[in-house]
């Protein structure tokens, strides 16, 4: 595997440059503050209206509008909300030096033509494997999370060096930056996030506790049963990986998993899921982002409020107030 870690990093590529953070989100404000304690000159990009610049400021950090952060910058990091970056660069392309690298932590926007950056400019990715609150504590414990890192578009010769070194800077580089493209970073996760973890999983728990109900069995129970051992697995795979995980496990449970697993996920789900992939890389996910945003997110806004009034968050709720 081509991983990357420091020791194999130049930092120089770094050295006296000045990073532009634009957004002061999950990822925004965990790079901000990663890059600032590796002594990266940083400033974070906000709109006027911004709410966040109280706290970022309050954390130490330099801040500034949007357009002023990005005409100072050479390194510029679009942390904004994927949907939201077309206008987003639109608004600050004017301020970019010639030859300034743009960076992403997502592929979407490029991979799917939300934007088209200038052909002075490099563009490069570094997409940390996990949530920011997590790249941050990682980072102020000595370690780091995996990143993915690419680069789309070598405008000065220096992309690449830029990437890794903005990838050490922001700790990934102790756990190992792995080569990738926009494209593939991009569809894997978008492939993923629809079928297999965010999508496929929640949904695979609820149609377990449902079913359970249904044949009479008590919400709390079906909860703990189908939901609440969902953390076990998860420590067990990430400790000893799928194989250690079913040596661990007892007979039983092993047996079952080894009878049931491959009759519920079956040929027909592995069908739709190539399905999904094929969409993914058609763009009809991103087209269905774009919709969602014009239309002031009203989809998701009806899926959370439906998914607040169910038996199943009824039951979670119930279970946390006896602990
Ligand atoms: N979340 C994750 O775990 C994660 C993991 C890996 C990669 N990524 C990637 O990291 C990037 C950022 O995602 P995120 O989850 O960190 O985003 P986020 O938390 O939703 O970003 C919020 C920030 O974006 C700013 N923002 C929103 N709309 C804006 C606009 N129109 N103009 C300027 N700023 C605007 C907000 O500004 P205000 O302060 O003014 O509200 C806020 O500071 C995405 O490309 C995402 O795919 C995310």
Redesign the pocket.
Known sequence: MDLLRDAEIDPSPLAGKRVAI???????RAQALNLKDSEIDVVVG??G????AIEAESAGLQTDL?ENAVASADVVM?????E?HA??YHEVEPHLHKGAALG???G?SVRFGFIQPRPDLDVFMI??K???TALRSLYKQGKGMIAVWAVEQDATGYAAGIAQAYGSAIGCGRAGLIASTFAEEAEADLFNEQAVVWGGVPELLIAGFETLVAGGVSPELAYLECVGELKLIAELIEARGIAGMREAISNTAELGALLGGKRIVDEAVRERMAQILAEVRAGRFADELRNEEASGYERLEKARQEARSTLLDQTYRSLKETE
């Open positions: 634009l957004g002061y989100g999950n990822q925004g906000l709109r209206s911004s709410g966040s949007l679009m942390l904004a909300p994927d939201i206008a987003l992403f932590s997502h979407l997409a940390p996990g949530p920011g």
